[in-house]
């Protein structure tokens, strides 16, 4: 992303735009699929009546609250003739999907559910942000291997300043439980991730920074053995309960 491309000025490197970019964007994301799951329950829980839920469920996936123009994709059922919710892969296989605009009233609908739902859900302020993710075009992380300062180190990481090609070399305490873990993530086929964490620490009134390091933990295998073990989670008081 070009500096030019900006609509105001910054002395950051390309590259660190980039990582301030992946974690705007990132943040956004969340908050997107977080307002998706609230604008459904919104949906599910209103009297409306189900062929307008149903449009309304096709908006809110798209996320398409403040469109002010929506056509929307539909098929014709071949025994009733009724329209009903068609793919792109569908419409490719039997062609007889059709783009139909999506009533006024109901793109003016789907910005009052994500009005409401914003209530619960707010869009995300990074200016009160305390920890920032620095992914591998910034910050590299690499074992120590002879300046550990007598065991007392364990990671460097490298991180590029404002000034081009001069980065600076930040040392790491040994940590045993990182350690630990990381041990168990290299048994399990797992590595340290190229990014690093930042956190900004109140530490009683004279702020710090922390780095923290990443691991990449393969998922665990699926179990064969056992007995089942139902879960439900609720919406309502957001509790996990189990059988």
């Given at each position: 992303?070009?500096?030019?491309?900006?609509?105001?000025?910054?002395?950051?490197?390309?590259?660190?735009?980039?990582?301030?970019?992946?974690?705007?964007?990132?943040?956004?994301?969340?908050?997107?699929?977080?307002?998706?799951?609230?604008?459904?329950?919104?949906?599910?829980?209103?009297?409306?009546?189900?062929?307008?839920?149903?449009?309304?469920?096709?908006?809110n996936a798209r996320k398409?609250?403040?469109?002010?123009?929506?056509?929307?994709?539909?098929?014709?059922?071949?025994?009733?003739?009724?329209?009903?919710?068609?793919?792109?892969?569908?419409?490719?296989?039997?062609?007889?999907?059709?783009?139909?605009?999506?009533?006024?009233?109901?793109?003016?609908?789907?910005?009052?559910?994500?009005?409401?739902?914003?209530?619960?859900h707010r869009y995300p302020?990074?200016?009160?942000?305390?920890?920032?993710?620095?992914?591998?075009?910034?910050?590299?992380?690499?074992?120590?291997?002879?300046?550990?300062?007598?065991?007392?180190?364990?990671?460097?990481?490298?991180?590029?300043?404002?000034?081009?090609?001069?980065?600076?070399?930040?040392?790491?305490?040994?940590?045993?439980?990182?350690d630990q873990k990381l041990?168990?993530?290299?048994?399990?086929?797992?590595?340290?991730?190229?990014?690093?964490?930042?956190?900004?620490?109140?530490?009683?009134?004279?702020?710090?920074?922390?780095?923290?390091?990443?691991?990449?933990?393969?998922?665990?295998?699926?179990?064969?053995?056992?007995?089942?073990?139902?879960?439900?989670?609720?919406?309502?008081?957001?509790?996990?309960?189990?059988?």
């Open positions: 992303m070009s500096k030019d491309a900006l609509p105001f000025t910054h002395r950051l490197s390309a590259r660190q735009m980039k990582s301030v970019q992946n974690m705007t964007h990132s943040a956004v994301s969340g908050w997107q699929e977080s307002l998706v799951g609230r604008v459904r329950e919104l949906i599910t829980g209103s009297t409306l009546p189900e062929d307008r839920k149903t449009v309304l469920y096709r908006i398409a609250w403040w469109s002010k123009e929506l056509d929307l994709l539909w098929t014709a059922d071949r025994v009733t003739g009724e329209l009903i919710p068609c793919t792109h892969k569908q419409a490719e296989a039997d062609l007889a999907g059709v783009w139909l605009p999506v009533d006024a009233a109901d793109l003016v609908m789907a910005r009052r559910l994500a009005e409401q739902g914003q209530k619960r302020d990074l200016r009160r942000v305390n920890t920032l993710v620095l992914d591998s075009i910034v910050a590299k992380p690499g074992q120590a291997d002879t300046a550990t300062h007598r065991g007392a180190l364990g990671w460097w990481v490298k991180i590029a300043t404002l000034t081009k090609g001069k980065p600076v070399q930040v040392p790491l305490a040994r940590n045993l439980y990182f041990r168990e993530a290299l048994t399990a086929a797992g590595a340290v991730c190229g990014a690093v964490q930042l956190h900004r620490s109140p530490n009683h009134g004279r702020p710090r920074a922390e780095v923290s390091l990443l691991l990449d933990t393969p998922d665990v295998k699926l179990r064969t053995q056992g007995r089942w073990l139902g879960v439900d989670f609720g919406f309502s008081a957001a509790l996990f309960a189990t059988s």
